[in-house]
């Protein structure tokens, strides 16, 4: 399977980036070719500007060349796999607007779904998960990413992975890793 890696991170070397490499490891161990769209790294602009603005009366709107090319390298892939920082019980902006400018109407949602049967993502939180169980952490980012999200967007082999504890020290970095690895091997 063609698999399209989406990172969103400011840190390549970080446990986020360390948790990516881990999953697309054991991935392509398991025969996945994978395509990286390390978004960061290639400047991608986060920003909603007018030309990607949703437009609801037109499913067949044609989208500025920037996200036309993003979705091309969606549907040249067979599923996505988005790897993040879990920022303010969400994702990081870059990945938002990534989102808010790719998976688009008429694309992703309204007259056609998303392009692709699968697309999982992978959040690296700080905290352990008591504490996001404590306040409904957990079941809130459940609601926005998985079923505001994927689910919203017909995704049927839909996944979100919250890897817990990337702050807490000894030995959850290297339980990250484990599980991003398990991931990889069951993706």
């Keep these: 399977m063609n698999v399209l890696m989406v990172l969103a991170v400011p840190r390549r070397d970080s446990l986020t980036g360390q948790a990516a490499d881990a999953f697309a490891a054991a991935a392509a161990a398991n025969g996945h070719r994978l395509e990286w769209a390390d978004l960061q790294r290639e400047g991608f602009d986060p920003v909603l500007h007018e030309a990607d603005e949703p437009d609801w009366n037109d499913p067949d709107k044609i989208y500025s060349e920037e ?58 939180a700080g905290g352990d998960l008591a504490a996001y169980q404590k306040r409904g952490y957990d079941a809130a980012m459940k609601t926005q990413l998985d079923t505001g999200i994927l689910d919203y967007c017909g995704v049927p082999e839909r996944r979100l992975e919250l890897l817990f504890g990337a702050i807490e020290g000894a030995p959850y970095p290297e339980q990250i890793l484990a599980a991003a690895k398990d991931l990889g091997e069951q993706f």
Excluded at 79 to 88: K, L, N, R, S
Excluded at 106 to 123: D, E, L
């Design 67 to 124: 996200v036309r090319r993003e979705m091309a390298r969606v549907e040249r892939n067979d599923a996505t796999v988005m790897v993040f920082p879990v920022w303010w019980w969400s994702v990081p902006a870059l990945l938002k607007g990534w989102i808010d400018r790719v998976w688009n109407n008429g694309w992703a949602y309204g007259a056609r779904k998303f392009p692709q049967r699968r697309a999982w993502m992978i959040g690296i």
